[in-house]
């Protein structure tokens, strides 16, 4: 149920990012990082990509490390002002997020997933 719901959050970010490519670049640029484009398709791929294979359980452990470190920098360049109330919250709520993701590093993807059924399938 956990990966499902964060999987949830990653997916609909990564949706309203494909939906909305102007407005997200613009946000990007309005921080002042460099090579946008590649900013921008690495960040959709990573949140796509992630959630998918939350979602399913399949490279979860992988999956959330990705996830984790990507929220982790998203904090870190978008929301450092932590002098302002809004940004304090947003920037602590991306590390507990992230603090979630890496529960998944040391527990897995649990029983209703590929990466336990490969791993019980491969066992002689």
Not at 17 to 27: E, G, I, P
Not at 33 to 61: H, N, Q
Not at 74 to 93: D, G, K, T
Request: a neutral charge; one cysteine or more.
């Amino acid at each position: 149920m956990g990966r499902v719901l964060a999987a949830s959050l990653f997916f609909t970010s990564g949706t309203q990012m494909v939906l909305n490519s102007d407005a997200t670049m613009n946000y990007i640029i309005s921080h002042g990082l460099p090579w946008v484009e590649l900013a921008y398709c690495s960040t959709v791929a990573i949140l796509l990509l992630g959630s998918f294979s939350l979602f399913i359980g399949c490279g979860t452990r992988i999956a959330a490390l990705a996830l984790g470190l990507f929220v982790i920098t998203a904090a870190i360049v978008f929301h450092h002002e932590v002098s302002i109330l809004q940004e304090r919250q947003l920037f602590f709520s991306n590390l507990a997020i992230s603090g979630g993701l890496f529960c998944f590093i040391t527990t897995g993807a649990g029983r209703l997933s590929i990466d336990f059924w490969i791993s019980h399938r491969l066992k002689p």
